[in-house]
């Protein structure tokens, strides 16, 4: 299933109450990119009070995995409703930190339940949002006279050649949706089998 997620990463900021909130969002695909950019932010804001962020990995409506650390900020006042926001606007494979620089007023649960949401609200709006397509990729093995035909059958799926291995036989990696990846199999016939990824060997697809 296709949704929406995160062209390039973005930035606002929202200041009340002399406390000022610094949002930042970038597009992830996994928890190793996630952790890098909290740890990006914690070393250029080391003196900032709070680093607390948000995230969707995977489809918003059927999540893979979605998460929210509140960094020492009362319990659920933090990155719950940065996380809301994404869940809200269904935006998928995205981080939201906001950076909190205390201003030494207190802003009790509620305020700062609105300051975290606001911030997150802030920079969704800067957002410049693209249709996520999940795909796969896969290696087939043909023969020299049927690659003509097997690039064929891969344009019309709508997927492209990553990469073509010339031996005995033509071994050819290939990325297409994944949604288009049953229909695909089913046209290759006698055009190509496919191999396991990670062996090179065939698999049996009775």
């Excluded at 009362?74 to 996380?83: D, F, S, Y």
């Excluded at 606007?89 to 950076?99: E, F, M, S, T, W």
């Excluded at 288009?180 to 090179?200: H, I, M, P, T």
Aim: with cysteine; charged share 15%; glycine share 8%.
């Amino acid at each position: 299933m296709s949704y929406q997620t995160l062209s390039l990463p973005c930035t606002a900021t929202y200041e009340i109450k002399k406390s000022e909130f610094l949002a930042f969002a970038y597009p992830i695909q996994t928890r190793e990119q996630l952790l890098a950019w909290v740890q990006h932010l914690r070393q250029q804001y080391p003196d900032a009070r709070h680093h607390c962020y948000g995230y969707i990995i995977g489809d918003p409506h059927n999540t893979t995995s979605a998460g929210f650390d509140d960094d020492g900020e009362p319990n659920g006042t933090a990155g719950r409703p940065i996380l809301s926001v994404l869940q809200h606007k269904a935006i998928g494979n995205c981080l939201i930190v906001v950076v909190r620089y205390f201003g030494g007023i207190k802003l009790g649960a509620g305020g700062l339940t609105r300051a975290y949401a606001t911030a997150a609200q802030m920079v969704v709006d800067q957002m410049v949002l693209s249709q996520f397509v999940p795909q796969t990729t896969l290696r087939i093995k043909t023969s020299f006279a049927h690659e003509a035909q097997l690039r064929y059958l891969v344009l019309a799926a709508g997927g492209e050649m990553l990469q073509v291995d010339y031996a005995l036989d033509v071994c050819a990696t290939v990325r297409l949706d994944a949604a288009r990846l049953k229909e695909f199999v089913a046209s290759l016939g006698v055009y190509g089998q496919l191999l396991d990824s990670q062996q090179d060997c065939l698999i049996d697809l009775q």
